[in-house]
Nanobody, 121 residues
Framework: QVHLVESGGGLVQAGDSLRLSCVAS????????MGWFRQAPEKEREFVAA????????YYTDSARGRFTISRDNAKSTVYLQINNLKFEDTAVYSC??????????????WGQGTQVTVSS
């Protein structure tokens, strides 16, 4: 069973950038696609981006395309989410998850606890 721990969130100003990290342990990180999700207050969890096990394929939702970049370092069992030009509406708890299945983007399971990103306007 994979264990995922996110970090890198915080209180930032609109226009700033952040890089979120998600470290995996106890699973087959190097063989699994990974994804990032976010959940804003009083809203449902929203899928943001995915990356294949090799890092050669990425997927972004319309809300993430252009300002978000997903990447991974398999040697460190870590997946990253770079967010540029942060906006107030990016305020949310950001979580990573492990993908499974043969579809693209994949299905996801095993979410981490998340890291809070708060953007002040």
């Amino acid at each position: 069973q994979v264990h995922l721990v996110e970090s890198g969130g915080g209180l930032v100003q609109a226009g700033d950038s952040l890089r979120l990290s998600c470290v995996a342990s106890g699973g087959t990180f190097n063989l699994a696609s990974m994804g990032w999700f976010r959940q804003a207050p009083e809203k449902e969890r929203e899928f943001v981006a995915a990356i294949s096990w090799s890092g050669t394929m990425t997927y972004y939702t319309d809300s993430a395309r252009g300002r978000f970049t997903i990447s991974r370092d398999n040697a460190k069992s870590t997946v990253y989410l770079q967010i540029n030009n942060l906006k107030f509406e990016d305020t949310a708890v950001y979580s990573c998850a492990q993908g499974y299945g043969r579809t693209w983007p994949p299905n996801f399971s095993s979410w981490g606890q998340g890291t809070q990103v708060t953007v002040s306007s």
